[in-house]
């Protein structure tokens, strides 16, 4: 299996990786070598075999309940924001095009 | 006589008892070591050096006062920086977490601290544990010990490098395809991969979550079962942990024990010269030991590796979908929101956690999944099946840790192939959830080499027994 560079573009795309055009490159290059690697698994025969999950145990579900953290951990949290506004998270508007 | 950050954690744990020593000593002489040498191997990416001394201080009063806690009461550990500590940065040795400051203590770490022991400081490491050599790391690789022109080996290699190059008395690491032995067969240290759900991952940043372990380096077997002792069990903060009763150590006897040796392994070829030699002189304490060796089947060896190399991205894709430069880390200003997220992620990470977020893309996309992701789900079945049948025949499964020995910075850099064959014999534990040790061949001054043990699920007392027997 080997993929092009517009496929890989399109992967980075779906990814949220913004990739120059000589980064896409080695990576279209490394894939080639990766997929050769792994597609040996396609020669394993696994007819009736049932994918492996994790035996559960049955938490699957909590309570959806709202924890009061304290002071120490609520500054530390909102501290980590890149751009805050007071106590709220400011975050790039969804269908806004910010003026440069 | 040897000195105090020589000292194993048993050997530390009764001076302190006597009152020969103190914590604060002990804690000095490591930072003192860590002060000379780190410049050179760069082990840690940050050490809590204050913070750490008043550990020390506030152990020695609650020893003098009759109040020790734990096994760990006074012991200078280390922790990898992929383990969050409140207040204090963490950074899994990527850009994009540059001044991120943990909100919350991950499970293992706040263990360590309730049972005494001094944090000295965070590792480096391959950034988000994705890497065989501590090269990938945003901060600069960490260098071998013995020397500075090799690798120590990945993910966790600054936690292999602080214990073997005694500037702590063992360390806590984080394995999901070889990251803690690798690393420990490549220093020469003991490095051990718990069975999965055996330690809590809560607050351990996930690389892939069906994978990820967190474990102990150590000096010694023993001190290995302390530090795990400790880290083990149960948390309501991570569904994955397990109600299998509690690691004891057992430290019984390995007469009439078989150990499989599989011809997967031990007759593959590119195993290094010195490397068979080694782990073959091993072997023979075994058998003097009174084990019985035999080989075995264990079929899928070359294949795990394959598995590996697709469920492993899968999960990095969607676990690091979180870095988006919304809630934490780097974000780029002033863009739209798709830009800010794209421009973000692809400067704030490494190429080599791009590729791993591309390839699990990819495995998971449509049209693609059934051919990759599920068909690799299925061979996971069939890799645990295959030990669950050596199981019925043998006690515990030995290997080569690695194929090789410590390799020259940059040799495997560009051949991400290369690099991933590093971990041909460390995988499939993972994907099994089995455990393993990697114990270090006898010591010629030459680079270390490792013998991995790998034990039934749960089953840790058994293989560190049997470890202990290879330190005699």
């Known amino acids: 299996m080997k993929l092009s560079k517009e496929e890989i573009a399109h992967l980075a795309k779906l990814a949220r990786l913004d990739l120059p055009e000589d980064k896409l490159e080695r990576m279209t290059k490394d894939f080639g070598a990766i997929l050769e690697y792994v597609d040996r698994i396609q020669q ?51 269908f806004e095009t910010p003026k440069k | 006589m040897k000195l105090l950050n020589e000292l194993t954690i048993k050997e530390a744990r009764e001076l302190l008892d006597k009152g020969e020593i103190t914590s604060r000593k002990l804690t000095e002489a490591c930072l003192d070591q860590i002060k000379s040498l780190d410049g050179a191997l760069h082990a840690f990416i940050e050490v809590f050096e204050n913070d750490a001394l008043e550990a020390a201080d506030k152990s020695d009063i609650r020893r003098a006062e009759g109040n020790t806690l734990g096994k760990l009461d ?173 690691f004891k150590p057992a430290w019984d006897s390995l007469k009439g024990k078989k150990i499989g040796l599989p011809k997967q392994a031990w007759k593959a070829g590119g195993i290094e010269e010195r490397v068979s030699e080694k782990t073959e002189e091993a072997l023979a304490k075994l058998k003097a030991a009174g084990a019985e060796l035999v ?60 590729r791993r977020i591309l390839l699990g893309t990819f495995a998971l996309s449509s049209g693609y999944i059934d051919a990759y992701y599920v068909r690799a789900k299925k061979v996971q079945t069939l890799i645990r099946q295959a030990y669950e049948k050596a199981f019925k025949e043998v006690d515990l499964i030995a290997t080569p840790t690695t ?45 270390p080499v490792g013998l991995q043990l790998i034990g039934q699920w749960f089953k840790e007392d058994e293989l560190l027994g049997a470890a202990k027997l290879l330190e005699s």
């Open chain 2, 74 to 246: 006074g012991i200078p550990l280390a922790i990898k920086d992929n383990m969050l500590l409140q207040g204090k940065p963490c950074s899994a040795g990527s850009k994009i977490l540059r001044g991120y400051v943990a909100a919350y203590d991950s499970t293992a770490v706040r263990k360590l601290i309730e049972a005494g022991a001094v944090i000295l400081g965070r590792t480096n490491m391959d950034e988000f544990a994705m890497g065989s050599s501590t090269e990938h790391s945003a901060y600069g690789p960490t260098k071998h010990p013995r020397d500075i022109e090799r690798v120590p080996g990945g993910s966790s290699g600054g936690s292999a490098v602080a214990v073997a190059a005694n500037m702590c008395l063992g360390a806590l690491g984080s394995d999901t395809g070889g990251s803690i032995r690798q690393p420990a067969s490549l220093c020469g240290v003991v490095g051990l991969k718990p069975t999965y759900g055996r330690v809590s991952r809560y607050g351990l940043m996930a690389m892939a979550s069906s994978l990820d372990q967190i474990g102990p380096f150590a000096k010694s077997s023993e001190d290995a079962a302390m530090i795990l002792e400790t880290i083990q069990g149960q948390d309501p903060s991570d569904q994955t942990t397990s109600d299998a009763e509690a």
């Open chain 1, 44 to 94: 394993i025969d696994v007819e009736g075999v049932e994918p492996f999950t994790m035996p559960s145990r049955d938490q699957g579900w909590r309570p959806d309940e709202a924890v009061e953290s304290d002071e120490v951990t609520r500054e530390l949290i909102l501290s980590n924001f890149p751009e805050r506004a007071n106590d709220l998270l400011a975050a790039p508007g969804v």
């Open chain 2, 403 to 447: 194929p090789t020995t410590a390799f020259k910075l940059g040799e495997k850099l560009n051949d991400p192939v290369a690099m991933y064959l590093e971990d041909v014999f460390t995988v499939s534990i993972n994907v099994a959830g089995v455990p393993a040790v990697s114990m270090p061949c006898e010591d010629d001054g030459g680079m």
């Open chain 2, 295 to 354: 080989e075995i089947d264990l079929p899928y060896a070359d294949e795990a590796l394959a598995v590996y190399y697709i469920l492993m991205p899968c999960e990095v894709s969607a676990n690091l979908s979180r870095f988006d430069g919304m809630r934490y880390g780097l974000r780029k200003i002033g863009l739209p929101l798709f830009d800010t997220y794209a421009q973000s992620r692809a400067e704030g990470f490494g190429d080599e956690v791009m």
